[in-house]
């Protein structure tokens, strides 16, 4: 059966206290709202609609940068979660199929979760994703017979028996979309606060002849981020369990509580990464390469039997080629490093193409900005570029050509050709000598006057 997430995304978290929604703070470099959707992933969804309110147009400009296809809807006034979830009526009108609801600010809903609500509706028509609590404290609590899932009781309104029970409620639903709107309908605000709450679409599902049931998962899934403190406790979370992920993929970490993942960060197996290396979005990292110490990576790719590092620095763009070598205090950005190329030392390579088999020496820059446009860099194989060139772009070094050390490169150098772009040197005898003699004895004048 199709299937459509809900994903409730618009709450303002004025616990906070930041002018950013609450949903847009990260976890491992991506906002929380998109951790939910990376584990709705796991239904192959037909259909996703975003429900967001306060700071909706950040909100919504973030999710089309996920993923195009989202369906925004707005929640211009918050009257509770069922409200919520009634915005996103509209945009499944035509939809056949089941509706999940989620929520944008508890990002550690496992895939498997969410695949074991899946299967339970096809024996119940809602069902609700609970969990044990270790100090139950005020959360709603589920009342069970057996596997039927009698009402959802909140606290306030629970008797002491209903206290005593400690399997909570975490807010996720599950229902084919049809019938969860028509339930929604029926949500009425007579409680304290004015509002429509989603759980109770439970007890109007039995009184209209339906089913519902409960699937649990650990507590430690449904952790909501409320403050500034857990947005903290779940980054750490978050952290140990990719280290945690990586080791198991048989990757080395030599001092995994010093590595810092992103949520789309792939290593692949048999890749040794040393102390102190970070890891932004957009990176993949194939198998069998090593990755130095105090190395940054962000939006760039490296294949196969690769080194970088120590103290580098791969940035959106860079792609390495296999068994490449990136050396100690080297930058690489939207450029192409070929099979077998080192870049050993001290050097700026940006927006270029560099080919298989070549030297790049220490101190080599390719100029690529004439501050207005980028311009790019060609290098072909086997060539060898002298310790501190200065490669101007526009600029093509050709296969197996050379340039001295010292060059500025300002024209296409043709293929084995050694290039020498650098000023006459001029040796002017003891003229060292004199000059310091001369800054010596003015020195000496100047503090005497003092």
Not at 39 to 49: C, D, F, I, K, Y
Not at 50 to 66: Q, T, W, Y
Not at 329 to 338: H, M, Q, R
């Amino acid at each position: 059966m199709a299937t459509a997430l809900i994903l409730l995304a618009a709450g303002q978290g004025t616990r906070m206290n930041s002018d950013l929604p609450k949903v847009l703070h990260p976890i491992g470099n991506a906002p929380l709202f998109a951790h939910a959707l990376a584990s709705g992933s796991a239904l192959e969804p037909e259909r996703t609609v975003l429900v967001v309110g306060h700071g909706g147009d950040l909100v919504a400009a973030e999710a089309a940068r996920i993923d195009e296809d989202i369906v925004i809807a707005r929640q211009e006034e918050q009257l509770g979660t069922a409200h919520a979830v009634l915005q996103a009526k509209d945009a499944l009108a035509a939809f056949e199929g089941d509706a999940i609801v989620l929520y944008g600010d508890t990002p550690f809903i496992s895939e498997d979760t969410i695949l074991r609500m899946a299967e339970a509706r096809k024996s119940a028509d809602v069902v609700v994703l609970g969990f044990e609590a270790a100090d139950p404290a005020r959360y709603g609590r589920l009342v069970m017979e057996g596997d039927r899932l009698t009402r959802i009781v909140e606290y306030k309104d629970a008797t002491e028996a209903q206290r005593a029970i400690t399997f909570c409620n975490s807010g996720l639903i599950a229902a084919e979309a049809s019938v969860l709107f028509e339930l929604l309908d029926q949500v009425g605000n007579d409680n304290a606060a004015g509002e429509y709450y989603l759980p109770d679409i439970v007890e109007i599902a039995w009184k209209t002849g339906r089913t519902a049931t409960a699937v649990a998962c650990d507590e430690a899934e449904t952790l909501g981020v409320n403050t500034r403190a857990e947005l903290a406790r779940a980054e750490a979370i978050f952290q140990s369990a990719k280290r945690a992920e990586a080791l198991d993929n048989g990757v080395t970490l030599m001092a995994p509580e010093t590595v810092f993942f992103s949520l789309d960060t792939y290593i692949g197996r048999d890749t040794v990464v040393e102390p102190n290396v970070i890891f932004g979005p957009g990176v993949t990292v194939e198998s069998g390469a090593r990755l130095r110490a105090f190395s940054h990576f962000e939006g760039c790719h490296v294949s196969m039997g690769a080194t970088v590092g120590p103290f580098a620095r791969l940035r959106p763009g860079a792609e390495l080629a296999n068994n490449a070598h990136i050396g100690n205090f080297v930058e690489v950005k939207n450029a192409l490093i070929g099979e077998g190329t080192k870049v050993n030392h001290l050097t700026y390579i940006g927006d270029a193409d560099i080919g298989d088999g070549t030297n790049i020496g220490a101190g080599t820059i390719t100029c690529n900005y004439d501050g207005v446009f980028k311009h790019r860099t060609v290098v072909g194989r086997n060539a060898f570029i002298g310790s501190n060139t200065m490669l101007v772009a526009p600029v093509t070094v050709g296969d197996e050509a050379m340039t001295a050390s010292g060059s500025v490169i300002t024209s296409n150098v043709e293929a084995g050709a050694l290039a020498i772009g650098r000023a006459k040197q001029v040796n002017k005898p003891m003229l060292a000598v004199r000059m310091f003699e001369k800054l010596k004895s003015l020195k000496a004048k100047k503090q005497k006057g003092q």
